[in-house]
């Protein structure tokens, strides 16, 4: 064997192992399960304006401290539409991101569409869960309830390196 096979083969491997490192890192790596918590399911009242915890089950989630938008969460509540409707702040444009193929309860394109057609409701759950970040809390008929976080308008902003509008908050000074 000459030396060029056995540098293209070195190279070939280091690539193939690159490769697989980088996609697990990036679909089961930087995840964790988190466990429930009463902060986790929170809905902003629209009297207070202010997040207040809600009634939930079955709650299966996972976050990553590599991205503030990695959050996912699955589980069951409750409440009807029609007091959540009454009680709670609706969001005005949900887009829920996609999870990992192996977070199976999570179907972010199912929910998107229902979102769009009306079958799944969706709440400001937390404005500002982190600067620029929204954790929004969508609702079906039949009680399965899905949450994700999502850039806010202040964020699309900040995050694009653009000065802060008047309407927003000043961003926390770690981010400048």
Same mark, same amino acid.
């Given at each position: 064997?000459?030396?060029? %096979? /056995?540098? /293209?083969?070195?190279?070939? *491997?280091?690539?193939? *192992? ?20 009463? +902060?986790? /399911? ?6 207070? &304006? ?5 009634? =939930?089950?079955?709650?299966? +989630? ?5 991205? @503030? #938008?990695?959050?996912? !969460?699955? =589980?069951?509540? @409750? ?9 709670? #702040? ?11 193929? $192996?977070?199976?309860? *999570? ?12 079958? !799944?409701? +969706? =709440?400001? &759950?937390? !404005? ?6 929204? %954790?929004? #809390?969508?609702?079906?008929?039949? &009680? %399965?309830? =899905?949450? $994700? ?7 699309? #902003? /900040? ?18």
């Amino acid at each position: 064997m000459n030396v060029g %096979r /056995v540098i /293209v083969m070195g190279i070939a *491997f280091s690539a193939l *192992f690159a490769g697989a490192l980088m996609y697990y890192l990036q679909v089961y790596g930087y995840y964790k399960e988190v466990a429930a918590e009463v +902060a986790d /399911v929170q809905l902003t009242a629209l009297v207070s &304006g202010v997040p207040e915890p809600v009634v =939930f089950e079955n709650f299966k +989630a996972i976050d990553s401290n590599s991205s @503030p #938008v990695r959050y996912r !969460a699955c =589980f069951e509540m @409750p409440l009807s539409l029609a007091t959540l409707t009454e009680t709670y #702040v609706m969001y005005d444009d949900p887009v829920p991101l996609i999870a990992p193929g $192996w977070f199976d309860c *999570f179907d972010a394109e199912t929910l998107g569409g229902d979102l769009e057609t009306g079958a !799944a409701l +969706a =709440f400001l &759950g937390q !404005a500002d869960v982190k600067y620029g970040i929204d %954790r929004i #809390v969508a609702v079906y008929p039949d &009680g %399965r309830a =899905f949450s $994700w976080h999502q850039i806010n308008a202040c964020g699309e #902003v /900040v995050f694009d390196g653009d000065p802060v509008p008047e309407t927003c908050p000043l961003p926390p000074e770690s981010m400048n």
